[in-house]
Each structure stands twice: as structure tokens, then as C-alpha cells.
């Protein structure tokens, strides 16, 4: 288990706080793979993400081609919604939050140094994300040199956080909300 009802909701915010920073940091953490939910007023998506940082205001940061949907829907509408669950812990948390896309930006430019070798292959393939192909192999093509020009970063920044945590009959759910800088933290019944 993550938390406990004798701790206080400040103690839970910390260690689910944790939790996600370790996500972003340990490759074989279970929130390190996340499912992304975004929507247009036509159409909405789910997938599962890689969650690259997770900084000190929550905020979190993924990778993505500009040419995928998931972009597509941050531009049209911000508004996403994340779902972690930690088999180990039981553990369930949902983030509701605002997508900001950087492509060609400051913040694209100095993520993009920390994509290393064939991991640049996911941002430069000839034909984008998506389209139609006749055979599995067109969509296996890059140019010989790997540049930034589709590279993009999603930066969720979140305005409530709902965690569950399973627990036989007896399961606790706490809810965080952002307003302004601050935090509102509340038991809720699960």
C-alpha cells in the first residue's frame, strides 16, 4: 500500500508525490507508462505514454512525433486526463490537467538532448505516425540524419489528482485540487 488512513492527507500527498517523480526516474516503475486521454469535440483517444519527467509543481512531460494524434488533440483541446496504477501497491491514481505542446521551443530544444541514438528513429520517420501504408516496412524509413523538426513535448500540467488505494472492502480515496499555487486536499469516499 501506498497510504494509510491514520496518515494525514499532507503525508499521502508527499508519498503520491513521490510515486510519481519515481515513475518518471526508474525505467522499470510501473507509472513510468501511463494512459494519456485526450479528446476534440469529434473524436477521443486513449494510449499509453512514456512519462519522461514529472518536475517539483507536478507538472509532468512526454515525447511525442508533432504529427500523431495525441498532438493533434492537445492543440484542438488541452484538457487530458492520465490513469497510473501500481499493481504492487494498489494503488490507482487519476490526473485531470492542461496540455501544453513545445515543438522548436526552448524546452523541445533541451529535451531533445536527452533523446540518445536509435531513440531519435520515434520522432523522424519518413511517413507520419497514423497514415495508411501499403506494407509494414515504409513505415520503418528515416533519413540518415535524425533532427528535432517533428520533436515535441507535451507538458501536462495538473489541477486535480484522485488517488485510490485498494484495499480489500475497506479501499481509501483522497482527492488533491489545485487552486492557484496551492493544493486542496480531501478524503472522499471510494
Do not use: C
Amino acid at each position: 500500500m501506498l497510504f494509510h488512513e491514520q496518515e494525514s492527507l499532507s503525508e499521502i500527498f508527499h508519498s503520491v508525490r513521490h510515486e510519481l517523480h519515481r515513475g518518471a526516474l526508474d525505467h522499470k516503475h510501473p507509472f513510468r507508462y501511463i494512459a494519456l486521454a485526450t479528446q476534440t469535440e469529434e473524436d477521443l483517444d486513449l494510449r499509453y505514454v512514456v512519462l519522461r519527467e514529472v518536475d517539483d509543481d507536478l507538472n509532468f512531460y512526454i515525447f511525442s512525433d508533432s504529427r500523431t494524434r495525441k498532438v493533434f488533440h492537445a492543440n484542438t483541446n488541452p484538457k487530458v486526463a492520465v490513469l497510473l496504477y501500481h499493481p504492487n501497491k494498489k494503488i490507482q491514481i487519476r490526473v485531470k490537467g492542461q496540455a501544453t505542446v513545445h515543438q522548436r521551443d526552448d524546452l523541445s530544444t533541451k529535451m531533445w538532448t536527452r533523446v540518445q541514438g536509435d531513440g531519435k528513429k520515434a520522432y523522424n520517420p519518413r511517413v507520419a505516425p497514423g497514415s495508411r501504408i501499403a506494407h509494414p516496412e515504409e513505415a520503418h524509413q528515416w533519413p540518415e540524419t535524425m533532427d528535432d523538426e517533428n520533436f515535441t513535448v507535451i507538458k501536462i500540467s495538473p489541477n486535480h489528482i484522485d488517488a485510490l488505494q485498494l484495499n480489500a472492502q475497506e479501499h481509501l480515496r483522497v482527492e488533491f485540487s489545485k487552486n492557484n499555487d496551492d493544493w486542496e486536499m480531501n478524503w472522499i469516499a471510494p
